[in-house]
């Protein structure tokens, strides 16, 4: 079996991949992301997945290294982490009542064979008209300052949005679906 190296210390993205049986290393990346470079969404989450992913790959000759990025997208502006409970507040009254993008883009590199995979996945959320209390209470939480855009679908963001999520998995941070269709290009079959 080829070793297979997850370039993220997301908790979130290590449970979708335990959840399907991958058997992989986690080696966190150092790459310095840059949110506000000058590329349409969906080209953004793949270019930073794959930096992600070339940062760890250059210590690995045979391995299969997977790098991702997911940013949330709402009228033309990349909402990222608000890291400050105003930023978080500004960010969902921004979303409320809104349609909103979420793109995760990932990244497969073959460290052995030079082969490069990425891939983009986009899903629409639209959110319900949100109270100053509900956004308030949220905030409280102190959850929201270190999720993009302010929320997460696991907990209580998932109470925010009105319509059906056809790809959870792209909101919490890795399309597993689509990512085990392309491991299947590098011979990983689960």
């Known amino acids: 079996m080829r070793k297979i190296i997850l370039a993220s210390t997301s908790p979130r993205r290590k449970e979708l991949l335990k959840k399907v049986g991958l058997i992989f290393d986690i080696v966190p990346s150092n790459y310095e992301e840059d949110m506000t470079l000058p590329m349409p969404p969906d080209e953004l989450v793949k270019f930073l997945s794959k930096g992600k992913a070339e940062s760890v790959a250059q210590n690995y000759d045979d391995a299969l290294i997977i790098g991702a990025d997911t940013i949330v997208f709402l009228n033309g502006h990349v909402l990222g982490k608000p890291y400050t409970k105003e930023r978080a507040k500004e960010m969902l009254e921004m979303l409320s009542g809104k349609e909103h993008s979420v793109f995760t883009g990932y990244t497969i590199i073959d460290t052995k064979n030079k082969k490069i995979v990425s891939e983009?996945?986009?899903?629409?959320?639209?959110?319900?008209?949100?109270?100053?209390?509900?956004?308030?209470?949220?905030?409280?939480?102190?959850?929201?300052?270190?999720?993009?855009?302010?929320?997460?679908?696991?907990?209580?963001?998932?109470?925010?949005?009105?319509?059906?999520?056809?790809?959870?998995?792209?909101?919490?941070?890795?399309?597993?679906?689509?990512?085990?269709?392309k491991l299947k290009l590098f011979n990983i079959q689960l």
């Open 120 to 181: 983009a996945i986009e899903e629409k959320i639209k959110f319900k008209d949100l109270s100053e209390k509900e956004i308030n209470e949220y905030i409280a939480t102190e959850e929201p300052l270190t999720r993009g855009g302010a929320y997460a679908i696991q907990t209580v963001g998932k109470t925010f949005i009105e319509n059906t999520v056809r790809n959870y998995d792209c909101v919490v941070g890795l399309p597993v679906d689509s990512l085990i269709k």
